[in-house]
């Protein structure tokens, strides 16, 4: 079976920081990009980060951008997202996604793999 499994979730304080990671079951994750998605309550999902697996290239949205790093471990077989500067507005369930370099990085239905979501809630 083809599956991503996200971990790292969690609650923090504003301003304090995460780290999430992705890894694959059934298939090698070094060979997709691999896209960071989330999605608050009442909110369509969104994209956040994606890096691809030719070249390494990655894509941030404008709302992480600074705060946010992807990185691929190929030697553990995992993408990683680390998180900092942390705000409420980060809270949501946070997703990984695997599919095919190129296209739109930040539209889900680039993906065909996906995991089951960490909740990431940021709060004082």
């Known amino acids: 079976q083809l599956q991503l499994v996200e971990s790292g979730g969690g609650s923090v304080q504003p301003g304090g920081s995460l780290r999430l990671s992705c890894a694959a079951s059934?298939?090698?994750?070094?060979?997709?990009?691999v896209g960071w998605f989330r999605q608050a309550p009442g909110k369509e999902r969104e994209g956040v980060s994606c890096i691809y697996s030719s070249d390494g290239s990655t894509y941030y949205a404008d709302s992480v951008k600074g705060r946010f790093t992807i990185s691929r471990d190929n030697a553990k077989g995992t993408v990683s997202l680390q998180m900092n500067s942390l705000s409420p507005e980060d809270t949501a369930v946070y997703y990984c996604?695997?599919?095919?370099?190129?296209?739109?990085?930040?539209?889900?239905?680039?993906?065909?793999?996906w995991g089951q979501g960490t909740q990431v809630t940021v709060s004082s």
């Open positions: 996604a695997a599919g095919l370099d190129g296209g739109s990085w930040f539209a889900s239905y680039e993906y065909d793999y």
């Open positions: 059934g298939f090698t994750l070094e060979y997709y990009a």
